[in-house]
């Protein structure tokens, strides 16, 4: 028997509706709604609470928590290279947005004299992507992602599981914008955050002379990549149909 699914109406996820038959007892929203948004429609019809006892602001966190992230490495193959900086800007959190940066020399390995030693760092990045079920990256699946997967694939550690939004593959697959980078999809939509540009040198420098400046900068670029694909996702990211785990385009 074939199965036809369909895309929520509400969180996007598919999903095979029942039978139309069905719908005699059921009603409509089992052809719309998947089966989590139907028992959430359900609660909130019957167990609404009056209007005025609704709060204006709550700390109660969003049921899927994001990130969004990119990765400063030395090198665009990790079989020679290694992992220096990883900044993330989270969502779906009580409180609100959160930030963390993470550096390599600020592990142990870095301050043993080990700087090609990048495994405590990946340890630390795989631990806040963890607790996520929706990760943005730009060119996640061809780099950041990948390289992530292969670090984990090096040191024997458990890659987390989460679902990717690539604006890099919407963009390729979704418009006509020319180029697909993250600077070029930025300069197209007009988003303030623009793109740091640093020597190429600076990479070199922070991890072979551990250089102050160098890594200043390489903290700054990787920081303001993180907020102009934060600004694009959210522009985007309404093209996005089944979210899957290599950039969800479809």
């Known amino acids: 028997m074939a199965y036809v699914t369909r895309l929520c109406q509400v969180c996007t996820k598919a999903f095979i509706p029942p039978h ?3 719908l005699l007892s059921t009603g409509e929203n089992h052809l719309r709604l998947c089966p989590q948004c139907r028992r959430s429609v359900k609660a909130a019809d019957t167990n609404e609470p009056p209007q005025s006892d609704v709060p204006e602001a709550h700390e109660t966190p969003a049921p899927l928590k994001q990130v969004v992230f990119d990765l400063e490495t030395w090198g665009l193959d990790r079989g020679w290279g290694v992992t220096l900086v990883g900044s993330f800007l989270f969502h779906g959190f009580a409180g609100g947005p959160r930030k963390a940066t993470l550096l390599l020399r600020d592990t142990k390995a870095w301050k043993a004299g080990r700087r090609s030693d ?37 040191y024997n550690l ?77 522009r985007v990211t309404g093209d996005v149909g089944m979210i899957d785990e290599k950039g969800s385009w479809r």
């Open 118 to 154: 990048d495994q405590e760092l990946a340890e630390r990045i795989f631990d806040l992507l963890r607790g996520c079920h929706v990760a943005y990256a730009h060119h996640g699946e061809y780099f950041d992602v990948r390289w992530l997967r292969t670090v984990a694939l090096r």
């Open 158 to 234: 458990s890659m987390p599981r989460f679902k990717l939004i690539d604006p890099a593959a919407i963009g390729r697959q979704k418009y006509l914008v020319g180029r697909n980078s993250l600077e070029a999809m930025g300069d197209f939509m007009e988003i303030p955050h623009k793109k740091l540009h640093i020597e190429p040198n600076v990479w070199r420098h922070a991890l072979l002379d551990d250089d102050d400046d160098a890594w200043v900068k390489l903290v700054e670029r990787c920081e303001s990549d993180v907020m102009m694909l934060n600004a694009i996702a959210s």
């Open 20 to 22: 139309r038959a069905t």
